[in-house]
Each structure stands twice: as structure tokens, then as C-alpha cells.
């Protein structure tokens, strides 16, 4: 059978798409940038390789025998030609047919985003791919965003009265496990998004109804958001990267609602609602 390996397979994303190619019966390699976690293969999943973008020296026990390729670009990186070619050149003379790139939303319009610049790498390759164009995650309010939301009953946001069409990351897993295990998919571009399109203080109020307290959304200027973001630990240019995209949001270039998902999943997308739902217990006191 043909193995697939899945990059990022720790974090949002990759973790679902597992879960989607395990329920397919696939043969799965998921990669993992820790020594310690190549022993501790989750259960499933037929093999675990070490494998860091940046570390050449992983690439050939990761890609040996590798038919297809989830591909994540981490979000720590942003010089793609010095710290993703080389592994992207890699899997292809090494055989892999088929990439599957997790992308953003508009790359194609947005030269300048390090997804576009992937997506121009694999598309020169001569590889078959799949570009997985993803709008703004749910799951970034249980992660990024839960502090203010646990602490403040707050979504602490600089996004205006912008609407976003967000996505449920169980879906693009649903959506690349589809997309990796059938044919007709290659050399195709899909915008995936959910299928409404929210302000955060509708998003608030749906977190209030379904919370069971009230939460509110406090729309701070850039500055303030720089500085809590600070106080919080993170990184100048991750918070630099947020800020340009709640601009984005801001400018209402977040909101288009896109079928594409609804029609590859079989399903209406998850909801917003269905979301806070399922993770109450995460935005709970
Ligand atoms: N957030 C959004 O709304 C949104 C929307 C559209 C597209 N995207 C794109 O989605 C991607 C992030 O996906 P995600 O949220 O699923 O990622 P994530 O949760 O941030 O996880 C990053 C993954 O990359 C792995 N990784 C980190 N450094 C690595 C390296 N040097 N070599 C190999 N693997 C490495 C990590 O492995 P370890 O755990 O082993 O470190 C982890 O599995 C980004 O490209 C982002 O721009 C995000």
C-alpha cells in the first residue's frame, strides 16, 4: 500500500488529517521534528519519522517509499526558497507523486505570503499537487485567542466590524483525506471555508448562547493588541503577521463564503455554533 506522510501531523491541521486518512485505511507516516516522539507512533499510524525542514539530514528516512504528501508550511517560517526548497526538491527526485499543500485563502491574489511562494515551488516542480487554500481558522479562538476569552470573557481582537468566513480544521482534515486518497484532485486549486460569514461580535454572541455567560468583543487598536500580545509571550513578527491580517479582516477581504468545502466534504461545513460547542470545555473558567 502507498504511504502517506503528513507534515505538521502534531499540530491543528495535520492532527485531523490523520484522523481522516486512518478512517480511509490508508498507510500513514506522520512526521515530528522531536527525537523523543518518533518511539511514541499514535495509534494507527504506521510509522513516525523525524523530519525538520531545515535539517536535510532528515529528509531521506522521511520520504523513503513516500507516494503522497501533506504539506505544511510552519508558521515560523517565512524564507520558503532557504528553508522549504530544499525539502520540496527533495521529495520530488525522491519519487513522491502527488502534494497536498495546506494553503491560505487568496494566495493567488497575494504574492508576498510565503504560501504563494510554495505554491509557485510546487507548481514548477513538475509534481501533481493539490493546493488546499484555507480561510481563517475556528480553532484560532481555542488556541491563540482562549486567554482573553478563559480570563476577560472577552474576544480581544483588532478586526473591526469585518466578517470572516471561517473553517473548522476537522473539515479540511476531512477535506485533504479526500483529496489524498482519490484521483482527480491533482494539479487543482480549492478555496475552503465554512459557509457563513461572521463579524467577532456575532461570533461573540454565539459564544455567549452556547457558553451559557457573557462574552463580548472588544475590538482594540493594533497597538493594543501588539502590547497584550506581548505581555503574553509571543513574538514580535507573529504578532506583526496577526496584526496585517486582522487589517485584512478589518477591510472585509476575509469574507467571501466559498462552496468548495460543502462539495468535497458531501456535508454543509461545520458551523460556528456546532464549534463553540464542541469546545466549551476549553473556553470554560
Ligand atoms: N491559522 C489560520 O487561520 C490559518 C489559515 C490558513 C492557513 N494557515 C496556515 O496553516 C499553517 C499552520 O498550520 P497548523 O495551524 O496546523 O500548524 P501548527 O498547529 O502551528 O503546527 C505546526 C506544525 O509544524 C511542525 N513544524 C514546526 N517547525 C517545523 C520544521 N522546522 N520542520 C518540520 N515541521 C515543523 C510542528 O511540529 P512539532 O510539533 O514537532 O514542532 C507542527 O506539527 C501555516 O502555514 C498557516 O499560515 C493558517
Same mark, same amino acid.
Given at each position: 500500500?502507498?504511504?502517506?506522510?503528513?507534515?505538521?501531523?502534531?499540530?491543528?491541521?495535520?492532527?485531523?488529517?490523520?484522523?481522516?486518512?486512518?478512517?480511509?485505511?490508508?498507510?500513514?507516516?506522520?512526521?515530528?521534528?522531536? @527525537?523523543?516522539?518518533?518511539?511514541?507512533?499514535?495509534?494507527?499510524?504506521?510509522?513516525?519519522?523525524?523530519?525538520?525542514?531545515?535539517?536535510?539530514?532528515?529528509?531521506?528516512?522521511?520520504?523513503?517509499?513516500?507516494?503522497?504528501?501533506?504539506?505544511?508550511? =510552519?508558521?515560523?517560517?517565512?524564507?520558503?526558497?532557504?528553508?522549504?526548497?530544499?525539502?520540496?526538491?527533495?521529495?520530488?527526485?525522491?519519487?513522491?507523486?502527488?502534494?497536498?499543500?495546506?494553503?491560505?485563502?487568496?494566495?493567488?491574489?497575494?504574492?508576498?505570503?510565503?504560501?504563494?511562494?510554495?505554491?509557485?515551488?510546487?507548481?514548477?516542480?513538475?509534481?501533481?499537487?493539490?493546493?488546499?487554500?484555507?480561510?481563517?481558522?475556528?480553532?484560532?479562538?481555542?488556541?491563540?485567542?482562549?486567554?482573553?476569552?478563559? @480570563?476577560?470573557?472577552?474576544?480581544?481582537?483588532?478586526?473591526?466590524?469585518? !466578517?470572516?468566513?471561517?473553517?473548522?480544521?476537522?473539515?479540511?482534515?476531512?477535506?485533504?483525506?479526500?483529496?489524498?486518497?482519490?484521483?482527480?484532485?491533482?494539479?487543482?486549486?480549492?478555496?475552503?471555508?465554512?459557509?457563513?460569514?461572521?463579524?467577532?461580535?456575532?461570533?461573540? @454572541?454565539?459564544?455567549?448562547?452556547?457558553?451559557? !455567560?457573557?462574552?463580548?468583543?472588544?475590538?482594540?487598536?493594533?497597538?493594543?493588541?501588539?502590547?497584550?500580545?506581548?505581555?503574553?509571550?509571543?513574538?514580535?513578527?507573529?504578532?506583526?503577521?496577526?496584526?496585517?491580517?486582522?487589517?485584512?479582516?478589518?477591510?472585509?477581504?476575509?469574507?467571501?463564503?466559498?462552496?468548495?468545502?460543502?462539495?468535497?466534504?458531501?456535508? =454543509?461545513?461545520?458551523?460556528?455554533?456546532?464549534?463553540?460547542?464542541?469546545?466549551?470545555?476549553?473556553?470554560?473558567?
Amino acid at each position: 500500500m502507498d504511504t502517506i506522510l503528513v507534515t505538521g501531523a502534531t499540530g491543528n491541521v495535520g492532527r485531523e488529517v490523520v484522523k481522516g486518512l486512518l478512517a480511509r485505511g490508508t498507510r500513514v507516516r506522520v512526521s515530528v521534528t522531536d @527525537e523523543a516522539d518518533t518511539r511514541r507512533a499514535p495509534s494507527g499510524v504506521a510509522e513516525v519519522a523525524l523530519f525538520d525542514f531545515t535539517a536535510p539530514e532528515t529528509f531521506p528516512a522521511a520520504f523513503d517509499g513516500v507516494a503522497r504528501l501533506f504539506l505544511v508550511r =510552519p508558521p515560523a517560517i517565512g524564507n520558503v526558497k532557504r528553508d522549504m526548497k530544499p525539502a520540496i526538491d527533495y521529495a520530488v527526485a525522491a519519487g513522491v507523486g502527488h502534494v497536498v499543500f495546506l494553503s491560505l485563502v487568496g494566495a493567488e491574489r497575494n504574492r508576498l505570503v510565503p504560501h504563494a511562494k510554495v505554491e509557485k515551488l510546487l507548481q514548477q516542480s513538475g509534481v501533481a499537487w493539490t493546493m488546499l487554500r484555507c480561510g481563517f481558522f475556528m480553532q484560532n479562538l481555542d488556541t491563540t485567542h482562549r486567554a482573553d476569552i478563559v @480570563e476577560h470573557d472577552d474576544i480581544f481582537i483588532p478586526a473591526g466590524n469585518g !466578517r470572516t468566513a471561517f473553517i473548522d480544521v476537522r473539515d479540511i482534515g476531512a477535506v485533504a483525506a479526500r483529496v489524498l486518497t482519490e484521483a482527480g484532485h491533482e494539479n487543482a486549486a480549492y478555496p475552503l471555508t465554512g459557509s457563513e460569514s461572521l463579524t467577532y461580535g456575532e461570533v461573540a @454572541e454565539i459564544m455567549t448562547a452556547e457558553l451559557g !455567560r457573557p462574552i463580548t468583543y472588544s475590538d482594540p487598536s493594533p497597538l493594543a493588541f501588539a502590547r497584550r500580545m506581548r505581555e503574553r509571550g509571543y513574538a514580535g513578527g507573529f504578532i506583526n503577521v496577526m496584526n496585517g491580517i486582522y487589517l485584512t479582516t478589518r477591510l472585509g477581504m476575509a469574507a467571501t463564503v466559498y462552496p468548495q468545502a460543502a462539495e468535497l466534504l458531501g456535508r =454543509p461545513p461545520i458551523t460556528m455554533r456546532q464549534y463553540v460547542r464542541d469546545h466549551a470545555a476549553a473556553f470554560g473558567r
